[in-house]
């Protein structure tokens, strides 16, 4: 049986650049099948039988590898770090596929962090226009009043423009300490958005935690561990970012 399919999927797929950035890489030249330049974006080829070369490196096409990581607070999510501190490749150390995160947590934001090899996968997660949904368990200085948890709820305005609608309600208030922890689902992913959102209304962030991503729990994953998501997970999470913004959004 034969096996072909698109160029630039399969270029995709070996986790090598974006469905988009794969076709550029065409259009431009840079591909070569079995010796000879393919610059026709409907060309198709057979990954595991035909020589498939970007920039005149072979593509290897890997075997897909979907993972979470319960990111430790004090880890930087990138391959490397000039300063020395711990990355997450430090916490993957039986993965033998090359894997990269999908978005991002900042240093000091622990829990649920997708991995994967897979690069229209995360094309497809990351991508602003299909709002896929993050929850985080944010522990905050003060107790915010209603009125102002429902400025986040509604949108409010940071430096970068309006947020969008987030869910926003309280886990838990602790009057003795003066914090309490708020969970919060957005639907977009700008840099230290939840930090921001919390010090537009004055309680800023002491504690975060990611919880859920598209869906996807974190449940009990001891800090530190991965484990590997379910097929119907990573299928789960496909349909949920190529469904309608409006259906993922709960009613408010
Ligand atoms: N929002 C933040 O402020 N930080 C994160 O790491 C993720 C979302």
Do not use: C, W
């Not at 065409?26 to 026709?40: A, D, Y």
């Amino acid at each position: 049986m034969t096996n072909m399919e698109r160029l630039q999927k399969i270029i995709a797929q070996a986790g090598i650049a974006s469905r988009r950035k794969s076709e550029e890489l065409i259009l431009s030249g840079k591909v070569e099948v079995n010796g000879e330049v393919v610059t026709e974006l409907g060309t198709k080829a057979n990954p595991e039988e035909d020589m498939i070369t970007v920039n005149g490196k072979p593509i290897r096409s890997e075997n897909k590898v979907y993972l979470m990581l319960n990111k430790p607070k004090g880890v930087i999510t990138s391959a490397s770090d000039p300063e020395g501190r711990k990355i997450v490749s430090d916490y993957l150390k039986g993965v033998k596929e090359r894997v990269y995160p999908v978005g991002r947590l900042d240093y000091d934001t622990e829990g649920l962090l997708i991995l994967t090899n897979d690069g229209e996968f995360a094309h497809l997660l990351t991508h602003p226009k299909h709002h896929v949904p993050k929850t985080y368990l944010a522990t905050v200085k003060g107790v915010p009043h209603g009125s102002a948890l429902d400025k986040l709820k509604n949108g409010i305005m940071l430096e970068d423009g309006m947020t969008a609608p987030a869910e926003v309600e309280y886990k838990d208030v602790d009057t003795a300490s003066n914090e309490a922890v708020i969970s919060i689902t957005i639907y977009e992913g700008r840099n230290r958005q939840v930090r921001r959102m919390f010090e537009a209304i004055n309680h800023p962030v002491i504690r975060l935690k990611r919880i859920s991503f598209g869906g996807i729990l974190l449940q009990n994953l001891k800090r530190g561990l991965t484990r590997k998501l379910t097929k119907e997970e990573v299928n789960n999470l496909i349909t949920l970012a190529k469904s309608e913004p409006a259906k993922k959004m709960k009613k408010r």
